[in-house]
C-alpha cells in the first residue's frame, strides 16, 4: 500500500504531508471523539491541520475544542502544521481584511489554540474592500512578533493576490480553493480553452491554476468529495454520477483501496502536488483517504476519471 507522501512546502522550511485534516465540524464531536479523528489522521502520517476563526460558534470554537480535546505537549506542536483562518465576519460586515482585525482574529486563534505560534494564517475568501497596505501591516506586525510564521489566502484569484502583493512583502505560501472529480472548473476549462459555446471552456479563475504553479503557491482543494457546493457526495451517488462511481469502483478493486482513496489521488496525483484538504470527522473516511495520498494512477485513469464525471476531453 503507498504510504503518505510528504512534501517541502515551497516559500517555507515545513515538511507537509499531502493530505489534510480539517477541523470545521468537530464542534459536537466528544473529547475522546476529537482525539480519535486527530490520533487517525496521525496514525495515517497528516501532520497538517486546518481551522479558521469561523469555524463553530462562539468564534474561535472549533480551535479551542480542538485543542482542549487533544491537549498537545509542545514536543507534540512542534511535529504539527496548524493552519488556520481569518477575514470572515458571518454577522457583518461578511469580510474584515484590515489590520485590526486580522491581528484581533490571530490573537483570539493563538488563545484557543493554546499555542504561541500559528504555522501558516489564511486570508479566508477574498475582502473586495481590502486594502493591501492593512493587510501588510497585520502581516509585518504578526511576524515579527513570531505569533505566525508564513502567511496565504484563500479562493483568491491570480489579480487578487498579485493587488496584495503590491503591499505585502511575505511569500503568499498558500492558496485554499474548491476543488473535486466533479467540481474541477480549476482544471477543466484549459483543457477545452478556445472552444467556443461549451461551458466548461470558461475560464472562472483567470488560470489560477497556472499561475499558482508558476509562482510556487501550492493549491490546498477543499471539498474534495462533494458533487459541487456542499451538495452531497459523488462518491456512492449513482443516481447522478454513475459513470463515475463505476470507474472510481473499479480502480478502488485494482488498487485495494476504498472509494474514497481513488477521489484523493485524482487531486494528489496532479503535478502541481497540491493539498486535499479533508472535512469529514469520520475516522474510517480519514484512514481511507489517506490512502490516497501517494497512488500512481496512470494518465489514462486520471482521463478516465475525468471523463467520467462528464467534462469534455477535446
Given amino acids: 500500500m503507498a504510504g503518505m507522501r510528504t512534501f517541502a512546502l515551497p516559500g517555507t522550511s515545513l515538511t507537509a504531508?499531502?493530505?489534510?485534516?480539517?477541523?470545521?465540524?468537530?464542534?459536537?464531536?466528544?473529547p475522546e471523539a476529537v482525539r480519535a479523528m486527530t490520533k487517525t489522521a496521525l496514525d495515517a502520517g497528516i501532520n497538517f491541520f486546518d481551522h479558521a476563526d469561523v469555524y463553530g460558534r462562539p468564534l474561535h470554537a472549533c480551535e479551542a475544542h480542538w485543542a482542549q480535546s487533544v491537549k498537545l505537549t509542545p514536543t507534540q506542536r512542534q511535529g504539527l502544521i496548524i493552519q488556520t483562518k481569518a477575514g470572515i465576519v458571518p454577522s457583518g460586515p461578511y469580510f474584515d481584511f484590515s489590520k485590526e482585525h486580522i491581528i484581533e482574529a490571530a490573537e483570539g486563534s493563538l488563545k484557543a489554540l493554546a499555542t504561541d505560534y500559528i504555522d501558516i494564517l489564511l486570508l479566508h475568501r477574498p475582502d473586495a474592500l481590502v486594502e493591501p497596505e492593512e493587510v501588510a501591516a497585520a502581516f509585518n506586525q504578526l511576524e515579527a512578533q513570531g505569533k505566525v510564521r508564513y502567511f496565504g489566502v484563500s479562493n483568491h484569484t491570480p489579480g487578487q493576490i498579485e493587488l496584495l502583493k503590491t503591499a505585502v512583502t511575505q511569500p503568499l505560501v498558500v492558496n485554499q480553493v474548491q476543488l473535486s472529480i466533479t467540481h474541477a472548473p480549476l482544471v477543466a476549462h484549459g483543457v477545452a480553452a478556445n472552444m467556443q459555446d461549451l461551458a466548461q471552456s470558461v475560464s472562472r479563475d483567470v488560470g489560477l491554476l497556472d499561475y499558482c504553479r508558476l509562482h510556487h503557491i501550492t493549491l490546498q482543494a477543499w471539498s474534495p468529495f462533494q458533487h459541487g457546493f456542499f451538495d452531497g457526495s459523488f462518491l456512492g451517488d449513482r443516481e447522478r454520477c454513475p459513470e463515475l462511481n463505476d470507474v472510481i469502483d473499479g480502480l478502488a478493486a485494482k488498487y485495494q483501496v476504498p472509494a474514497i482513496a481513488i477521489a484523493t489521488a485524482w487531486i494528489t496525483r496532479h503535478p502541481a502536488q497540491m493539498q486535499v484538504v479533508l472535512g469529514t470527522?469520520?475516522?474510517?473516511?480519514?484512514?481511507?483517504?489517506?490512502?490516497?495520498?501517494?497512488?500512481?494512477?496512470?494518465?489514462?485513469?486520471?482521463y478516465a476519471l475525468y471523463r467520467a464525471a462528464g467534462y469534455l476531453v477535446p
Avoid at 474510517?284 to 486520471?302: F, V
Fill in 17 to 30: 504531508s499531502n493530505v489534510i485534516a480539517g477541523m470545521m465540524r468537530i464542534q459536537d464531536m466528544t
Fill in 281 to 302: 470527522t469520520n475516522t474510517e473516511r480519514i484512514a481511507g483517504a489517506a490512502q490516497g495520498s501517494d497512488l500512481p494512477l496512470t494518465r489514462a485513469e486520471w
